[in-house]
């Protein structure tokens, strides 16, 4: 069966984010991307002055009840950056509809970082992404994004038991697996702890830089072509923080790329780690 999977997230028309990152890399796992964008802005938010924006969200229902009557379904859902209460109902919406027995929801919390949350969401938000994680397959947060869902005290400096905790507390809200990234507990080190209900696995890799803008997108789009490739979430998990520092390696010594990473020529190393 040729898999179609369905993303959902705005398209950052310049600035390698969201759509234009997820499109291309989960194509280039040869799975059949299918877009719904949320919202089309003239660049992302991060660093850009004067952005346009224009909401999507009354389209969502629309398109989503035309692939109904076309019965149209898909293998896999992945959801990233949303942009307010009401589309997350409409991707829940989506998901009872147009997913596929046995087809996985997966789930990108993109809403902060470094212990803070991205300027335009509030806590209200939060509640509303904490509804849509407890019904995920898979979700993919940072540490940021997993405290507020799981209403756990953020730190810089942690332990084992605290990523633990905080896995724990997130498989009990409902989330079934959970792919957790940016943990590192040595200095130059970072890493991503995978835990399935009964197993808390973790990979440890080198740190390049203190982060570089795109990379959480990056990194989950080269998550759901490895996994929907067979590969298990731990395996997947890996692939995509490999492939992630190879983006990081191949745009850090260019200092006007300062807003996302040039992913395009690491594709053939992500297409070589999925076969
Ligand atoms: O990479 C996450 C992301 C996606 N889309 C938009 C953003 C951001 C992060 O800031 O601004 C519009």
């Known amino acids: 069966m040729y898999k179609k999977i369905l993303t959902i997230q705005d398209i950052s028309c310049v600035g390698q984010c969201s759509l234009t990152v997820a499109l291309p890399i989960i194509s280039a796992c040869?799975?059949?991307?299918?877009?719904?964008?949320?919202?089309?802005?003239?660049?992302?938010?991060?660093?850009f002055k004067g952005f346009t924006f224009a909401d999507l969200t009354d389209e969502m229902?629309?398109?989503?009840?035309?692939?109904?009557?076309?019965?149209?379904?898909?293998?896999?859902?992945?959801?990233?950056?949303?942009?307010?209460?009401k589309q997350i109902d409409y991707v829940k919406d989506i998901?009872?509809?147009?997913?596929?027995?046995?087809g996985k929801m997966i789930v990108d919390p993109?809403?902060?970082?470094?212990?803070?949350l991205?300027?335009?969401?509030?806590?209200e938000f939060v509640k509303s992404m904490r509804t849509l994680c407890?019904?995920?397959?898979?979700?993919?947060?940072?540490?940021?994004?997993?405290c507020l869902i799981a209403d756990v005290e953020y730190k810089e400096t942690y332990d084992y038991e605290y990523i633990d905790g905080l896995l724990k507390k997130l498989h009990d809200i409902g989330a079934k697996k959970i792919v957790l990234t940016g943990v590192g507990y040595k200095q130059g080190k970072t890493g991503v702890a995978v835990y399935d209900g009964e197993n808390h696995l973790y990979y440890e890799h080198d740190k390049i830089s203190k982060g570089c803008h795109g990379t959480g997108d990056v990194y989950a789009s080269a998550?759901?072509?490895?996994?929907?490739?067979?590969?298990?979430?731990f395996d997947a998990a890996t692939i995509a923080a490999d492939f992630t520092v190879e983006c990081i390696k191949n745009t850090i010594d260019d200092e006007s790329h300062w807003y996302g990473v040039k992913f395009e020529k690491c594709l053939e190393y992500l297409i070589d780690r999925i076969k």
């Open 110 to 116: 993109a809403m902060a970082d470094n212990g803070k």
């Open 223 to 233: 998550f759901v072509g490895a996994l929907l490739n067979g590969k298990s979430e």
């Open 30 to 47: 040869k799975m059949e991307t299918c877009i719904l964008p949320s919202a089309v802005l003239s660049t992302h938010t991060a660093g």
């Open 118 to 123: 991205y300027p335009a969401f509030d806590m």
């Open 95 to 102: 998901r009872n509809n147009l997913l596929e027995d046995g």
């Open 134 to 146: 407890e019904g995920a397959d898979i979700i993919l947060p940072n540490i940021t994004e997993a």
């Open 61 to 85: 229902p629309k398109i989503a009840d035309h692939w109904k009557r076309e019965n149209i379904s898909f293998a896999a859902i992945y959801t990233g950056y949303l942009g307010s209460q």
